[in-house]
């Protein structure tokens, strides 16, 4: 009798997961993120610490040299040098004389502005050497912008003896950030937040010293008006 049984060997897939061999590779299917700002215009952290003289640089060191000189000039009415007792046998003692503050800022600050008017003075003639475009009314209209929020500053200061710290901060940082242009009401609340911390924190915790005779808060009931002035 025939065995028609096949004697052919069939072979059997491994079934095996190959996977251990195979590293896992990503493949993302949008676009990595890319700025649209130009690359001169990016924040570079390096900037803030860099260095360059600008075309208003021989202005603003003469101003600053002659701030100096009025100083140095006036060391000798204004320190309490006629007053000094130098024959002292204690070094700690001598310290604390008042003269002894302004001698060590009259020594620090008169020769750094000389010696930066004299890099600003061969960096000016350098440029008009080489014909470079003079921008000093560009770069001095600059530092006046600066003006504007010291009299924020200002402002906000003497606004504390009249409505208080807490309201005085948090409506500054409101007029602030609205100036600066962020406008919405998310960062409004957030505004009012970090004020309302801020204020906790310096005047509640750590119990700065702030004006106490504050116009707004004389106009409240006994009671509040003692709490507020105390925390607020």
Do not use: C
Not at 30 to 53: Q, T, W, Y
Not at 101 to 110: K, R, S
Not at 142 to 160: D, G, H, K
């Amino acid at each position: 009798m025939t065995d028609f049984r096949s004697t052919t060997a069939v072979s059997q897939p491994d079934l095996g997961s190959t996977s251990a061999d195979v590293a896992l590779q990503s493949t993302p299917v949008g676009k990595g993120f890319k700025s649209s700002i130009p690359r001169e215009r990016r924040f570079n952290v390096a900037d803030l610490f860099k260095f360059s003289r600008g075309r208003g640089d021989l202005l603003f060191s003469a101003l600053f040299l002659a701030a100096a000189l009025f100083v140095a000039l006036s060391f000798f009415g204004e320190s309490g040098w006629a007053d000094r007792d130098l024959p002292q046998r204690r070094l700690g003692k001598m310290l604390k004389q008042p003269w002894v503050g302004p001698v060590i800022a009259v020594m620090i600050l008169l020769p750094a502005a000389l010696g930066n008017f004299a890099l600003s003075l061969r960096r000016a003639r350098l440029d008009r050497r080489k014909h470079r475009p003079n921008k000093t009314r560009y770069e001095v209209v600059q530092w006046l912008r600066a003006v504007e929020f010291v009299a924020y500053f200002i402002v906000y200061t003497r606004s504390i003896e009249l409505i208080g710290y807490l309201f005085a901060t948090i409506i500054f940082a409101v007029l602030m950030v609205f100036r600066l242009g962020y406008r919405s009401w998310r960062w409004l609340g957030i505004t009012i937040a970090v004020s309302f911390v801020s204020v906790l924190f310096f005047r509640t915790m750590l119990q700065i010293k702030t004006p106490v005779n504050i116009w707004l808060y004389n106009q409240l009931p006994d009671g509040l008006e003692r709490f507020m002035k105390v925390y607020f």
